[in-house]
């Protein structure tokens, strides 16, 4: 099973700022690694699908970059409605799918 | 617009079976798709159970692997969730979603998501 680790477990920032969430994984997943967001009692959603590729409807200040077991999601100019948790998931080597512990964005 | 609802009891005794059922409207169960569980213990991560194509073919999580079972009823348009011998561990949102498949062989995520439902295991 792969190992998806996330830093940092929470990340405080202000609206305006940059953020840059990182997840590792335990061995090589090329590309096949997604970013979803949940907020409080909320479903998870998609917002980057094979790395880098956002998914339909997701603001273009959402990006992501990397391959292999390093990866990030960049989100470039906070807005109040991005403070939430965010998981990262890998498609690589299944079953089981597996996701990251999860990186908390809260408000500075 | 595809749309997934979960549906089922709240509540489930340990030892016994929490039984869910997901509701898929707006598109076809027979699609490319894939159709999943996963579940999310309070204030923790989430764990994916296992997944159904329409065929019937399934896959699940190896640590769940002996206790779980995933149906599909093409006729309703719904996939069913069966977990056995539940302890309190197995307390979590359980969240029904689609593991979207673009030209049919290409995999994508989970791109839709059901809202989830809360299942609690207590005497």
């Known amino acids: 099973e792969i190992v998806l680790t996330q830093s940092p477990a929470t990340l405080s920032l202000s609206p305006g700022e940059r953020a840059t969430l990182s997840c590792r994984t335990s061995?090589?997943?090329?590309?096949?690694l997604a970013w979803y967001q949940q907020k409080p009692g909320q479903a998870p959603r998609l917002l980057i699908y094979?790395?880098?590729n956002r998914a339909s409807g997701i603001p273009a200040r959402f990006s992501g970059s990397g391959s292999g077991t390093d990866f990030t999601l960049t989100i470039s100019s906070l807005e109040p409605e991005d403070f939430a948790v965010y998981y990262c998931?890998?498609?690589?080597?299944?079953?089981?799918?597996?996701f990251g512990q999860g990186t908390k964005l809260e408000i500075k | 617009q595809v749309q997934l609802q979960e549906s089922g009891p709240g509540l489930v005794k340990p030892s016994g079976t929490l039984s869910l059922t997901c509701a898929v409207s707006g598109g076809s169960i027979s699609s490319s798709n894939w159709w999943t569980w996963i579940r999310q213990p309070p204030g923790k991560g989430l764990e994916w159970i296992g997944e159904?194509?329409?065929?019937?073919?399934?896959k699940y999580n190896p640590s769940l692997k002996s206790r779980v079972t995933i149906s599909v009823d093409k006729s309703k348009n719904q996939f069913s969730l069966n977990l056995t011998s539940v302890t309190a561990a197995d307390t979590a949102a359980y969240y029904c979603?689609?593991?979207?498949?673009?030209?049919?062989?290409?995999?994508?995520?989970?791109?839709?998501w059901g809202q989830g439902t809360m299942v609690t295991v207590s005497s």
């Open positions: 979603a689609r593991f979207l498949y673009r030209l049919t062989t290409t995999p994508v995520a989970f791109d839709i």
């Open positions: 094979d790395a880098s």
């Open positions: 061995q090589s997943v090329s590309t096949y």
């Open positions: 998931q890998q498609r690589s080597n299944w079953p089981p799918y597996t």
């Open positions: 159904i194509f329409h065929s019937g073919s399934t």
